[in-house]
């Protein structure tokens, strides 16, 4: 049995918020306290002090608790795995397996590191190819890219994050985390499922913070997953992936702690400490010489709200971004990518050369166009246009056909098997399409496939 | 105070109580509707029940240095300051009978119908933790609505959250009691959720579901729009522990949450009446956990029972983009959207098929349907869009191909109307498809 040292005793309950009178200790910010009552181990995390009397915030129920109750310190900070162990396992938020398989540990690190100095860090890296034709084009990736999947509401980032880590993941040899924060327990363990039957789990790690566990454990999922990838990087000097679905949670987890404690929010009830908040952690990712993290984190935008706060001060921190957009997912586009507000650090003809360059600026101008035009044949139909304008409303619809994608892990909706297309052929076939080469084709024929079969 | 509490404890102790038995008694200082300020109560539990004057019910929902609030949840008569309250030693449960089938019910284990308790009742906390990740398995059963959009096109699985949204009248409920009726035979227990809907309107379902034997494996757990607010917001938790009891038990339990919108408009009343921060719209920053919780109970257990959640948002003006819609899109498995427009064309069910999604797809449907499913779904989607560009051509002008991709669009949309009540199988709904397939072969 641990020593456990007295600290104080409990003076107001709230559902995130438990007060502790100190009985002349001095406590850490974020160290861990307990207390037991009812044959239960109530823990808290120390998040502020004011005097003599410290606000902590549970990390699971307060169902039970009474004033009055002692409260010990266990004098540590949430802890996580960092060894080789990690591999292959899923843990909770708080570093405890949930896999059920026995709890071996052989070292563990505080959650909370410190983020890299200027001289750590290594800006440089190889172009990735993911073989989704839309991202590739619109949106290519390098190593140590952050790449944001921002979307609404049911527009599909889950999926795409899923077809990512099976084209990227799957083809690679890196070890990758996958951050489950606040999303859906089904998709987590049908995620577990799938890399244990296709036999990737012995080299990937999890940790789930999902939405029903309280705000807490959403919150430090996080700074969980973080550290699992840090030790890869920098103990394993690896090349890491690390998936996070979806990073809007935590700043959403943040929130709701806040307006527990009666802090003033910002605008729709954001806390006055987002940008550090969210520095705190994205600061974090970041590659060195000895090893890197790409990532690629989803974004929930709430009610379809691209401008809301937390969204954009996330995405200030990305190399690139990828907006999924509800009207063209009611069009049964998918991806359903808004190709406007996608983009990408590596859009620049030192990176991609004149020829991606050009094709993407082109494409841009055509389907710009073509939402012009839509308005105008919405009134005077198709026949009224110009042959220029009628050719470019014809192959902005071939375009915008030949950019859905059967996906690896949509095979249940479409029905059709996913395919992997070469950057090489993306260029070549949306070339031959602004070039009229297809004028005679139906556009049916540019839906759900890979990239055009040629005789 | 804590000294005269030890003291009164240590005779009371003497006198052969043990300290359980002991009740501590407050005094209400302050009364904000049906939340309550009470002072003298130190040494209560987060959640304890508590008794108000003998004849209301509460209980503890914030412990404060000097005080502690309290949510009224039964008021039997009228509470003022210096009422007394006595604290009861329990966490506050919900009350339930096994016998409840066939029944409307309250949380307190009341048969709502004649208001009169049932006998043998069993204590059940208002919520459960969530069902651990490594419990559940895979959705890929069928639950079959009977409704050939829904089970063709987006088809719902068993432990699968899919979510029914719409403007008011649009048929909201009714695809949920479709659903309920269309379980007749399929051994399946279903739980109808009312949160806030008029005692009318629940006395009409209830006649609708006795009328067609629904009753016989049904539950309906029904707060009243004159209910205490606090009652409705716990109603759907209690609700879906109930589904949890006979999941454990290895039955599949369909439940239904009429309506989320309501629910989430309560939940900030009280979140308001008790200062907490507003955030987006007013609602409090934990209105996204308060459904995401709730709706992560349903899930496929590993024991083999299952609880499937169909939850029901009412939108405004066919906006499912504002706050409370995404959000609980957000959390469910997929939607229904429900749209006036074809409502008003008698396109009915009025499913918008361009908006509504099912993220497990064919992964719930049996071979043949998912194949005919997959078809049906791509043709009627690029013809809603095809329609939407050229409505205004002229249909002899057209290519021949575009021709033919609007007649047949025409057609599966007239396929997928389907009255009330009137169920079809799997067999079925191919059965009313399988013609527009054979056309193809030359």
Known sequence: ?455 | MEQHIKEMIQKKTEMGFSPDQMQEVGYVSSVQGYILEVSGLTNVMFYEKVIIDGHSEGYVNNIYRNHVMVAVVREGGRIYTDSEVVATGEIFEASYSEESVGHMIDIFGRDRMNGLQFDCLEQLPIENRTTPIMDRTAVNRPLETGIAGIDLIYPIGKGQRQLIIGDKKTGKSQIALDAIVNQRGKDVLCIYVSIGKTKKSMKEIYADLSRRGALDYTIMLAAFNDDQPPVLYLTPYVGLTIAEKYMMQGKDVLVVLDDLSRHADNYREISLLVGKTPGRDAYPPDIFYTHSRMLEKGCQHKCGGSITVLPIVETRGGDITDYISTNIISITDGQIVLSKKSFDQNQKPAINYGLSVSRLGGAVQPEPVKKMGARVRRELLSYLETREVYQLTNMDEMGKELQEKIRRGEEIMSALCQYKYSPLSHDEIIGRFRHLYQEEQP
Do not use: C
């Open chain 1, 1 to 455: 049995m641990e020593q456990k040292n007295f600290v104080g005793k409990i003076i107001s309950i709230s559902d995130l918020n438990v007060t502790i009178l100190l009985g002349g200790v001095k406590v850490r910010n974020r160290e861990i306290l307990e207390t037991e009552h009812r044959d239960q181990t109530y823990r808290f995390e120390v998040f502020e002090a004011k005097g003599s009397i410290i606000f902590a915030i549970p990390l699971d129920s307060v169902i039970g608790l009474k004033r009055g109750l002692d409260v010990y310190t266990t004098g540590k900070e949430l802890e996580m795995e960092y060894s080789d162990r990690l591999l292959g396992r899923v843990y909770d938020s708080y570093g405890a397996p949930i896999d059920g398989l026995p709890e071996e540990t052989e070292q563990k690190k505080g959650v909370y590191a410190r983020s890299l100095t200027m001289p750590e860090i290594n800006i440089d890296g190889e172009v990735l190819w993911t073989g989704i034709k839309v991202l590739d084009f619109f949106a290519p990736m390098q190593k140590g890219y952050k790449m944001g999947l921002l979307g609404g509401a049911g527009v599909g980032k889950t999926v795409l994050i899923k077809e990512l880590i099976n084209n990227v993941y799957m083809k690679s040899q890196s070890n990758s985390v996958f951050v489950g924060v606040g999303e859906r327990s089904r998709e987590g363990k049908d995620l577990y499922d799938e890399m244990l039957e296709a036999g990737l789990l012995d080299k990937m790690s999890i940790v789930f913070g999902q939405m029903g566990e309280n705000s807490v454990a959403r919150n430090k999922a996080v700074f969980s997953g973080l550290t699992l990838a840090e030790y890869l990087r920098d103990e394993k000097k690896q090349d890491v992936l690390l998936f996070i679905d979806n990073i809007y949670r935590y700043v959403q987890a943040v929130s709701e702690i806040n307006a527990e404690l009666k802090r003033m929010p910002i605008e729709n009830g954001y806390p006055a400490t987002i940008e550090s908040d969210v520095s705190m952690v994205e600061e974090r990712i970041n590659s060195t010489d000895d090893g890197s993290i790409t990532s690629f984190q989803a974004i929930y935008i709430p009610a379809d709200d691209i401008t809301d706060e937390a969204v954009q001060v996330i995405s200030s921190h990305l190399d690139g971004q990828i907006v999924l957009d509800r009207k063209v997912a009611e069009k049964g586009l998918y991806p359903a990518i808004d190709v406007f507000r996608t983009q990408s650090n590596m859009i620049d003809i030192e990176k991609i050369g004149e020829r991606h360059y050009r094709l993407v600026q082109e494409v841009i101008r055509h389907l710009a166009r073509y939402e012009e035009l839509e308005e105008i044949i919405a009134v005077l139909g198709v026949d009224e246009l110009s042959e220029t304008d009628y050719n470019i409303f014809q192959r902005s619809r071939k375009l915008r056909n030949y950019f859905t994608q059967p996906m690896f892990v949509a095979e249940n909706f479409t029905g059709i098997k996913g395919e992997f297309v070469k950057i090489e052929d993306v260029l070549r076939d949306v070339e031959d399409i602004l070039g009229g080469v297809f004028d005679e084709v139906d556009e049916g024929h540019f839906s759900y496939i890979g990239s055009i079969p040629r005789e």
